[in-house]
């Protein structure tokens, strides 16, 4: 198994500069992306993408850049929240046991069932026993997971107390954002000391070869955007069948003949839209 990763090795100084640059290279992921959720449909892989990380830390901008090119009828975006009255009944990883992708379909959490050990552990929802015996709870529920075919792609957006706070004065400046800025925000925020041993510990402890933890320096958005998704793209090349389906010569004839097309030159010279 690898080393873990360590938050204290994060770079938060890598950055992109230029508008161009960060364009081109997001265009040509988002594209690559769109074309692996066509090889995950037909050859019915099933893909879990789970984003963790400091409040205001970028999860939602990165997730809205990596389905911005989807197809929306294979993937869906599970936002975490605190669990209802009728959950907390339950044990506390049965609310996700639904909402795992079927064959040919990924599923992206807004945070996830990592709960249990950070905000849970940090605001005493869980008892240390609940939670520090979670840990291997986590791992194994990934571990039946990676048995059973799904592929686990974990991103832990990291960024800095002074970054953090950029963002929540530039939040708490605009009358159209100010509302994302809450109370539990500001309570987290006291507690960063608490919340940054509990990050690390998580990272630590369910880090394994089949789903793995992978930092995303979160500091410059542009960056944190594109990184997640090139973890994300490339993650996917080396652990799917990224063969997308094709007609064979005699189909592509049967159908050209079906609408009448006798060959491919027929249709040159048409004006688009025509």
Request: with cysteine; hydrophobic share 35%.
């Amino acid at each position: 198994m690898s080393k873990p990763p360590s938050l204290k090795s994060i770079d938060l100084d890598k950055r992109l500069t230029d508008a161009t640059e960060y364009q081109d290279k997001l265009k040509t992921l988002q594209g690559k992306l769109a074309l692996l959720q066509i090889a995950c449909f037909h050859n019915h892989h099933r893909v879990v993408i789970v984003l963790e990380g400091w409040d205001a830390g970028g999860k939602g901008g990165a997730i809205r850049r990596m389905t911005e090119k989807l197809d929306a009828r294979s993937y869906r975006v599970h936002p975490i929240g605190k669990p209802s009255d009728a959950e907390l009944q339950q044990h506390y990883l049965q609310r996700f046991w639904d909402k795992l992708p079927s064959k040919g379909n990924i599923a992206i959490f807004d945070r996830s069932w990592y709960g249990r050990v950070l905000v849970e552990r940090v605001e005493a929802l869980a008892t240390a026993s609940e939670w520090q015996r979670a840990y291997g709870e986590i791992s194994e529920f990934e571990r039946q997971l990676h048995h059973d075919g799904v592929i686990i792609i974990k991103l832990f957006l990291h960024i800095s107390q002074d970054e953090q706070l950029k963002r929540y004065m530039e939040r708490l400046d605009n009358p159209l954002k100010n509302w994302k800025l809450t109370e539990e925000d500001l309570r987290n925020r006291a507690r960063a000391e608490d919340y940054s041993s509990a990050f690390q510990d998580m990272l630590k402890k369910t880090s394994s070869d089949f789903a793995p933890w992978h930092l995303i320096p979160g500091n410059h958005k542009w960056y944190a955007r594109t990184e997640a998704l090139q973890v994300v793209v490339s993650t996917l090349e080396k652990s799917i069948d990224t063969r997308l389906p094709r007609h064979s010569p005699s189909e592509i004839l049967a159908a050209r003949k079906a609408l009448g097309v006798t060959s491919a030159k027929s249709t040159k010279g048409k004006k688009k839209g025509s």
